[in-house]
């Protein structure tokens, strides 16, 4: 009797284990597979680093006037001008982040042609000669966004022109006689207003087109020997408040990113 008893309670017991095995089983299959692992957080670039930059352009000048220094006494101005130039440059940089960069910019640009014609009583003058030199700049950026690849931005930048005028030469119409002025290189305090849009070939290499207006301000010849009337002495030829209204583009490359952003993970549910 207690064999029958014994083999019934083992009975009971593996029909009860069985069952609560396919039990767990179905509830296997109605949740589903684990859900895989958790990636890593995006990272997002910061848009900083050092970079190295070139730049090509024309620089179309405008000025106030040129005249002599000091006035000579009846002359009257007909007509001025200073001649588009060329320039190249180079600089080194650095951006903080997405919109705040700043930059040290070094240009050539190379001679341009002026000229100023004068009349007096009897008579007139062509004064005319060439303009080259350099230009040092220190400049920051304000980057306004980017969309489809292309950054809007605009700055601002102060630093010196040094400036060369040579080949000075000042031709009386009346009697043909010609003047000859030396050489001259003055530096002046500069500055520079910036804008421009940036385009992204890839992560590190940038193009630039721009436009910069530069203020260079007043520039002057050396001595001009003036052989005859209504000259009363040595003079200087001047050119005033000189300015130029450039066209640039550029390239720029990234050398490294700035630390990188850690993006929040996504989102995950628990029922």
Not at 47 to 62: A, P, T
Not at 127 to 137: E, H, S, T
Not at 167 to 177: F, H, L, W, Y
Request: glycine share 12%; net charge positive; proline share 6%.
């Amino acid at each position: 009797m207690l064999s029958l008893k014994s083999l019934r309670s083992a009975a009971v017991a593996a029909l009860l284990a069985s069952a609560s095995a396919g039990m767990a089983e179905a509830a296997d299959i109605l949740r589903g597979p684990a859900p895989p692992p958790l990636a890593p957080p995006p990272v997002l670039d910061a848009g900083g680093g050092f970079y190295l930059r070139g730049d090509v352009g024309i620089g179309i000048h405008d000025h106030k006037t040129i005249d002599t220094l000091p006035p000579l006494a009846g002359l009257r101005t007909i007509d001025s001008n200073v001649n588009t130039t060329g320039f190249v440059g180079i600089g080194a940089g650095y951006a903080f982040n997405s919109w705040l960069r700043t930059d040290v910019t070094g240009e050539y640009r190379f001679s341009a042609r002026h000229r100023h014609v004068d009349t007096y009583t009897g008579g007139g003058n062509l004064i005319k000669g060439r303009l080259d030199g350099f230009v040092g700049l220190v400049n920051a950026y304000v980057d306004l966004g980017t969309w489809h690849r292309v950054t809007p931005f605009i700055g601002a930048g102060i630093g010196a022109a040094s400036l060369t005028m040579s080949s000075t030469r000042d031709i009386n119409v009346a009697n043909g006689t010609v003047a000859a002025g030396t050489n001259k290189t003055e530096t002046h305090f500069a500055w520079a207003l910036h804008a421009g849009l940036g385009f992204d070939i890839t992560s590190n290499w940038k193009a630039e087109l721009a436009y910069r207006y530069l203020h260079i301000g007043d520039v002057k010849s050396g001595t001009v020997q003036c052989p005859g009337a209504p000259c009363s002495g040595p003079y200087h030829v001047r050119i005033k408040s000189l300015d130029s209204h450039d066209v640039k583009l550029g390239l720029r490359y990234m050398f490294a990113d700035a630390a990188p952003i850690f993006a929040p993970g996504p989102l995950v549910r628990k029922y």
